[in-house]
């Protein structure tokens, strides 16, 4: 994927196993949070281009709609100073320990994080830059819901 900076970058991944991802959750879902109407809007259409639904929430109202609906992956852009969706980051990492386990999170950063900026912020699954394209985006979310899908049985 390209960076802002005009380099190739790979989604970034934790160390968390996918086994404590996706349990009792929507793997086709997947939850847009943003409080840019814009950016919801786009990262929307480009979730639907992978075959997967699509529910945009704004952040004071997303973790009610993420409880109700149960996505398997949530979108989450950070805004301008890429802390937008701090508290709902710390809310879902939190909620690995639940009996359903928690989604994979994909962020949109308003530019990649360094090494030292991405320790700081937190372990979300896959990192993308902005500006938001369908040539950035859907090989992160394809990668993740890749991830949260159940293994095929053994023949």
């Known amino acids: 994927m ?21 349990q009792g959750l929507d793997s086709a879902l ?5 409080s840019a109407h814009i950016n ?8 639907e281009r ?11 109202e997303a973790m009610s709609h993420y409880h ?14 890429n802390r937008d969706c701090d508290g709902i980051l710390d ?11 928690r989604p994979g999170i994909l962020f949109v950063a308003n530019r990649m994080l360094s090494d030292d900026e991405e320790a ?5 699954d896959a990192v993308v830059a902005k500006p ?3 040539e950035s985006l859907q090989p992160a979310i394809r990668h993740l819901v890749a991830r949260l899908a159940p293994p095929a049985p053994r023949a």
């Not at 700081?120 to 979300?124: A, C, H, I, Q």
């Open 68 to 81: 109700q609906r149960l996505p398997g992956t949530v979108i989450l852009d950070g805004g301008a100073t």
């Open 50 to 60: 992978c075959g997967l639904k699509a529910f945009a929430t704004g952040i004071d």
């Open 91 to 101: 809310t879902l990492l939190t909620s690995a320990g639940s009996r359903r386990g």
């Open 30 to 34: 997947v939850q847009i949070v943003s």
């Open 40 to 47: 919801a809007l786009v990262v929307s259409k480009i979730v």
């Open 120 to 124: 700081e912020f937190g372990p979300p």
């Open 132 to 134: 938001i394209t369908p």
């Open 2 to 22: 390209q960076g802002t900076d005009g380099k190739e970058h790979s989604p970034r991944r934790t160390e968390f196993a996918s086994a404590v991802m996706g």
